[in-house]
């Protein structure tokens, strides 16, 4: 499959810079996956797709402040390192700017000297192992000297730091927020609780797997970087429990989409379970836990519009985003978003 396949004209204006001063007053285009049907509303009409039983899945993994900016001991000159996984103690993947400044060896200063790193490998996808040297709690250092790693298309400062984690972060680990639950308020979550929904938590640390660029021709010759993923026996029984009685499961972004479909396919049930995950979905997947998704809009030819053309079908996503760029919607970590549902009612 050709990646040209998933390209599209954006025009730079519908990037959104900034997030709009309320979570839930973000625009929200609604795709039936059987029909293709859309219908244009407002985050803030989640409510009316759910029923009494039906599960939504939030990833509740917490934005690192893991970008970092340093220099290198032996020249002075400046690096950017952002952090990815950690390894052993003290070890992290990450990647760097400019890489060919760090080699093996290379010992780069952040700060006032209270953090230094020393690279000590190379990972598969051009990053670098470093290994880091600080006083104190590693996490309280990152707070000090770290900012939130921003995607590049966003190059307007960010006011409040909070506003790219979601409401219900809690677990420490992602280079990048879980964007579509960006649009979720603790008053949405209790409408859809009163409404008898059950919110189950799943955790997937969004690394270079999730945003790093396709560089191939054919879609299947792209390789995903492996990231970790958990989820308790409390969320495994609740999605049982809705399949087994028939009830829709409904992802909250392409990360919760990912998790879910790893442990399907690899137990053929939900169940405890923790590790890491290199899954990639373009069309053809069989998809065996997710009955909708709560997206954002992505970039051309990204595994992400690679998963929603996976799910929803790729001619109905490009029709789909067509739409979107004609009525004006925002693109992208602070834009706008899209429910991809099963279509049991008229959206």
């Known amino acids: 499959m050709d990646i040209d396949a998933f390209d599209f004209e954006l025009p730079q204006s519908l990037i959104a810079q900034r997030p709009l001063p309320d979570r839930d007053a973000a625009r929200m285009l609604v795709l039936d996956r059987e029909s293709g049907d859309m219908a244009h509303r407002y985050f803030s009409d989640i409510g009316a797709f759910f029923q009494a039983g039906d599960c939504l899945v939030l990833n509740d993994t917490r934005v690192l402040p893991a970008r970092l900016f340093g220099e ?3 020249t002075g ?8 996984n950690e390894g052993n103690a003290g070890e992290w993947e990450t990647l760097v700017k400019p890489a060919k400044r760090v080699k093996l060896g290379t010992e780069i200063v952040f700060g ?3 953090l230094t790193a020393v690279c000590i490998g190379f990972n598969a996808h051009g990053g670098r192992v470093l ?3 600080y006083s104190g709690i590693f996490m309280e250092v990152l707070d000090a000297l770290g900012t939130m790693p921003l995607p590049p298309y966003i190059t ?3 006011e409040e730091p909070e506003r790219y984690q979601t409401v219900y972060a809690r677990k420490e680990g992602s280079a990048a927020a879980p964007t579509a639950g960006l649009h979720f308020t603790e008053e949405r979550l209790d409408e859809l609780r009163a409404i008898g929904v059950k919110i189950c938590y799943i955790t997937l640390h969004v690394g270079l797997g999730t945003f790093r660029p396709v ?3 054919r879609v299947e010759d792209h390789e995903m970087h492996a990231e970790y993923y958990e989820i308790s026996a409390e969320t495994a029984t609740m999605l049982n429990e809705a399949k087994k009685t028939g009830k829709g499961i409904v992802a909250c972004g392409t990360t919760s989409a990912r998790t879910l479909e790893t442990i399907m396919h690899t ?5 405890r379970t923790a590790g890491w995950t290199d899954i990639f979905i373009y069309p053809g997947f069989d998809f065996r836990g997710v009955d909708g998704l709560i997206t954002n809009f ?3 030819k990204s595994t992400l519009i690679m998963l929603v053309s996976a799910f929803a079908g790729k001619e109905a996503i490009m029709r789909a985003y067509r739409e979107a760029v004609a009525e004006q919607y925002r693109f992208f970590s602070f834009g706008d978003a899209m429910y991809i549902r099963k279509g049991a009612t008229s959206v």
């Open 72 to 74: 290198k001991k032996e």
């Open 77 to 84: 000159a400046n690096i950017e390192v952002l952090l990815l």
């Open 112 to 114: 006032d000297g209270r």
């Open 131 to 133: 290994r880091f040297q």
């Open 156 to 158: 307007e400062q960010l």
């Open 215 to 217: 560089s191939v021709e």
């Open 267 to 271: 137990y053929g049930e939900f169940k």
């Open 298 to 300: 992505h970039l051309p």
